[in-house]
């Protein structure tokens, strides 16, 4: 038996404000976690309008108004005990989460560090009930005249906590936390209507609307929200959803991101990491897409019990939702997220959906069409199984490598010579035609909705660069290599040749086969055909250059991948190169069968497009004309 009067014990059973005040420690950080936690009661209540205010940034007070269920008197006093909750009856029903609160410890936990009072009505009772808390301990419990609904004041956040006090920082700085947690739920519950004041000043006036992209206009403005394009993957027991801005809009910081699990804001590394993964095999770039993206999953498939906040969460089965995310994402962006649209004049036209490009086919159109520029060799670059250098007047098209999509031939109206179309099937652009060439540096097409202007180094580039990442040799544009009748030996600087040592496989993926000699030595034994007959040493010198300052510059060793990124980049088509048609038609037919037709992989578009509808609209030939 223990003596419960031994005075030798030195263990002590906690009062319960004490131990509110411990729990008030973990779920209440600031003036914020308060307005999440109020805020979140009220989604769970049903609520279809939220009102916030906030005087100090919440260190002063804190009012949140809602006009959801309401409580009787018992329920709403039975709610300010620690583990007093309507969410779950059982253990059991922690594994089948519904609802955003589950613990039943926020309102005692708020109520133990603050002048707390709450103000609750049901609709179908005739009054309401009020009750008023100070530093946890219950002060008085009355009937009060209410609309129906719930309206709780925290007051002196901290007041009785000193410690707790000083730790809380400048006013703007809890306002801005306060604010972007309620840009996150206006997110993921955009037909609920929320308003916040600060000091009496309206911040946010959002009414609700049965279409997302009100949300995303309200939360990132209207300019951001007409580049977004919508994402959805949808599988037995997973949905993914939400709207990801195009490349062309980006943020240094991850600040414009937002994830959430079955409507619950979250961090996750899960779902960070496979958004991360997916948009960087698309793009390669240091800055961030803006995203608001929605998981949603059986909720025995995952755990939020996990973090005191509930701001973390655990999948069951990790590598499903990684997958869906990744291929929700992918195939938001490619199909017509990466393409971005040319207008002659900004305009601010009503919100709508990003407009994409639906290029189904060629029709029938007139006869018109650029000459063919003046045929140079390109030998040097490409390998297209012909020897005569004189200009072709009527190029052949050229049927695609691999077996994939083919192009097309087909007599222009009026005896015009034979085009060459070119399929982009599964992406939102279908057969397009070459016209010709602008500058020597950008390719001219048509299709049946639009111009397309294409930069021939990034396209070139891009159709390296996968193909050497998947070690592809088949193509007229692909890497073939030339073994040296007499081998070539490379002196490095130290830098160099371990740079070098450790990226000989991605330099063979290139078309460079080089091997170690000794010391800094290298003996160069093959290199890519199309610059057999190019200063090749200085080519693969500046690429090693480009290796080594990145490697110094980020003080970690390049990574393979960035080491064929240089290589493709240094490899491709030039500005100023002048193409014939059938290099054009091969170049752009070669760029259809990639994974990514749309950007480079420094994140680069390829693709500019000119709609007919703009070109009509500039020229006034939209109308009764």
Same mark, same amino acid.
């Given at each position: 038996?223990?003596?419960?009067?031994?005075?030798?014990?030195?263990?002590?059973?906690?009062?319960?404000?004490?131990?509110?005040?411990?729990?008030?420690?973990?779920?209440?950080?600031?003036?914020?976690?308060?307005?999440?936690?109020?805020?979140?009661?009220?989604?769970?209540?049903?609520?279809?309008?939220?009102?916030?205010?906030?005087?100090?940034?919440?260190?002063?007070?804190?009012?949140?108004?809602?006009?959801?269920?309401?409580?009787?008197?018992?329920?709403?006093?039975?709610?300010?005990?620690?583990?007093?909750?309507?969410?779950?009856?059982?253990?059991?029903?922690?594994?089948?989460?519904?609802?955003?609160?589950?613990?039943?410890?926020?309102?005692?936990?708020?109520?133990?560090?603050?002048?707390?009072?709450?103000?609750?009505?049901?609709?179908?009772?005739?009054?309401?009930?009020?009750?008023?808390?100070?530093?946890?301990?219950?002060?008085?419990?009355?009937?009060?005249?209410?609309?129906?609904?719930?309206?709780?004041?925290?007051?002196?956040?901290?007041?009785?906590?000193?410690?707790?006090?000083?730790?809380?920082?400048?006013?703007?700085?809890?306002?801005?936390?306060?604010?972007?947690?309620?840009?996150?739920?206006?997110?993921?519950?955009?037909?609920?209507?929320?308003?916040?004041?600060?000091?009496?000043?309206?911040?946010?006036?959002?009414?609700?609307?049965?279409?997302?992209?009100?949300?995303?206009?309200?939360?990132?403005?209207?300019?951001?929200?007409?580049?977004?394009? /919508?994402? #959805?993957?949808? $599988?037995?027991?997973?949905? &993914?959803?939400?709207?990801? @801005?195009? +490349?062309?809009? !980006?943020?240094?910081?991850?600040?414009?991101?937002?994830?959430?699990?079955?409507?619950?804001?979250?961090?996750?590394?899960?779902?960070?990491?496979?958004?991360?993964?997916?948009?960087?095999?698309?793009?390669?770039?240091?800055?961030?897409?803006?995203?608001?993206?929605?998981?949603?999953?059986?909720?025995?498939?995952?755990?939020?019990?996990?973090?005191?906040?509930?701001?973390?969460?655990?999948?069951?089965?990790?590598?499903?939702?990684?997958?869906?995310?990744?291929?929700?994402?992918?195939?938001?962006?490619?199909?017509?997220?990466?393409?971005?649209?040319?207008?002659?004049?900004?305009?601010?036209?009503?919100?709508?959906?990003?407009?994409?490009?639906?290029?189904?086919?060629?029709?029938?159109?007139?006869?018109?069409?650029?000459? /063919?520029? #003046?045929?140079? $060799?390109?030998?040097?670059? &490409?390998?297209?199984?012909? @020897?005569? +250098?004189?200009? !072709?007047?009527?190029?052949?098209?050229?049927?695609?490598?691999?077996?994939?999509?083919?192009?097309?031939?087909?007599?222009?109206?009026?005896?015009?010579?034979?085009?060459?179309?070119?399929?982009?099937?599964?992406?939102?652009?279908?057969?397009?035609?070459?016209?010709?060439?602008?500058?020597?540096?950008?390719?001219?097409?048509?299709?049946?909705?639009?111009?397309?202007?294409?930069?021939?180094?990034?396209?070139?580039?891009?159709?390296?660069?996968?193909?050497?990442?998947?070690?592809?040799?088949?193509?007229?544009?692909?890497?073939?290599?030339?073994?040296?009748?007499?081998?070539?030996?490379?002196?490095?600087?130290?830098?160099?040749?371990?740079?070098?040592?450790?990226?000989?496989?991605?330099?063979?993926?290139?078309?460079?086969?080089?091997?170690?000699?000794?010391?800094?030595?290298?003996? &160069?034994?093959?290199?890519?055909?199309?610059?057999?007959?190019?200063?090749?040493?200085?080519?693969?010198?500046?690429?090693?250059?480009?290796?080594?300052?990145?490697?110094?510059?980020?003080?970690?060793?390049?990574?393979?991948?960035?080491?064929?990124?240089?290589?493709?980049?240094?490899?491709?088509?030039?500005?100023?190169?002048?193409?014939?048609?059938?290099?054009?038609?091969?170049?752009?037919?070669?760029?259809?069968?990639?994974?990514?037709?749309?950007?480079?992989?420094?994140?680069?578009?390829?693709?500019?497009?000119?709609?007919?509808?703009?070109?009509?609209?500039?020229?006034?030939?939209?109308?009764?004309?």
């Amino acid at each position: 038996m223990l003596d419960e009067e031994n005075d030798d014990s030195i263990v002590r059973l906690l009062d319960d404000n004490t131990a509110n005040q411990i729990a008030a420690g973990e779920v209440v950080e600031r003036p914020s976690s308060v307005v999440k936690e109020l805020v979140e009661n009220s989604l769970d209540a049903g609520a279809s309008r939220i009102e916030v205010e906030l005087f100090e940034g919440g260190k002063n007070k804190i009012v949140v108004r809602d006009n959801g269920a309401g409580m009787s008197r018992t329920d709403a006093v039975l709610a300010l005990q620690r583990h007093a909750t309507s969410k779950i009856r059982s253990a059991d029903d922690l594994f089948s989460i519904h609802t955003l609160g589950f613990r039943g410890e926020a309102l005692p936990s708020i109520a133990s560090v603050s002048d707390f009072r709450i103000l609750t009505k049901r609709p179908q009772d005739e009054t309401g009930t009020e009750i008023i808390v100070r530093a946890g301990e219950l002060a008085e419990v009355r009937d009060a005249a209410a609309p129906d609904g719930t309206q709780i004041t925290v007051e002196n956040l901290f007041f009785c906590v000193p410690a707790r006090l000083k730790f809380l920082k400048t006013t703007q700085t809890e306002l801005n936390h306060a604010t972007d947690f309620l840009h996150r739920l206006i997110l993921a519950y955009h037909t609920i209507g929320f308003r916040l004041t600060h000091d009496s000043h309206e911040l946010i006036a959002y009414p609700g609307s049965a279409d997302p992209r009100q949300a995303l206009a309200t939360v990132y403005g209207r300019d951001v929200a007409r580049e977004m394009v /919508p994402l #959805l993957y949808e $599988s037995p027991g997973l949905t &993914v959803r939400g709207s990801v @801005s195009k +490349p062309s809009v !980006s943020k240094a910081t991850r600040s414009a991101q937002a994830f959430f699990v079955n409507g619950r804001h979250v961090r996750s590394r899960t779902v960070q990491h496979a958004f991360d993964a997916a948009f960087s095999r698309l793009m390669t770039t240091e800055r961030h897409p803006v995203v608001a993206l929605f998981v949603e999953i059986s909720p025995e498939l995952v755990d939020v019990n996990v973090h005191p906040a509930k701001t973390e969460v655990r999948f069951t089965r990790d590598g499903e939702v990684y997958a869906a995310i990744s291929r929700a994402v992918e195939s938001a962006l490619l199909t017509g997220g990466l393409v971005p649209e040319v207008t002659v004049q900004a305009s601010l036209p009503e919100l709508a959906m990003p407009t994409t490009l639906a290029m189904t086919g060629m029709g029938e159109r007139g006869s018109d069409r650029l000459a /063919p520029p #003046l045929r140079t $060799s390109l030998s040097n670059y &490409v390998n297209l199984g012909s @020897s005569d +250098p004189a200009p !072709s007047s009527t190029p052949n098209p050229l049927p695609l490598s691999g077996g994939g999509r083919r192009s097309e031939e087909r007599v222009e109206p009026g005896g015009g010579q034979p085009s060459a179309y070119i399929g982009f099937d599964g992406y939102r652009i279908g057969r397009l035609r070459v016209l010709g060439q602008s500058r020597n540096t950008y390719i001219i097409a048509e299709t049946d909705d639009a111009l397309l202007l294409i930069d021939q180094h990034i396209a070139h580039e891009r159709v390296l660069y996968e193909q050497m990442m998947n070690g592809a040799t088949d193509s007229a544009w692909g890497v073939v290599t030339q073994h040296l009748a007499v081998p070539q030996t490379l002196e490095l600087s130290p830098a160099d040749a371990r740079v070098v040592q450790e990226r000989l496989g991605a330099l063979e993926r290139s078309g460079f086969v080089l091997e170690p000699f000794g010391g800094e030595t290298f003996m &160069v034994r093959a290199v890519p055909a199309r610059i057999a007959d190019k200063p090749y040493l200085e080519i693969l010198k500046e690429i090693i250059e480009d290796l080594t300052q990145t490697s110094v510059a980020r003080r970690l060793l390049v990574a393979h991948e960035s080491a064929i990124i240089m290589a493709s980049c240094k490899m491709a088509v030039k500005k100023g190169d002048p193409l014939t048609m059938d290099e054009m038609t091969r170049l752009l037919a070669d760029l259809a069968q990639m994974r990514n037709p749309f950007t480079c992989p420094h994140g680069r578009p390829i693709l500019l497009a000119l709609s007919h509808h703009e070109m009509d609209r500039k020229f006034h030939r939209i109308g009764p004309h």
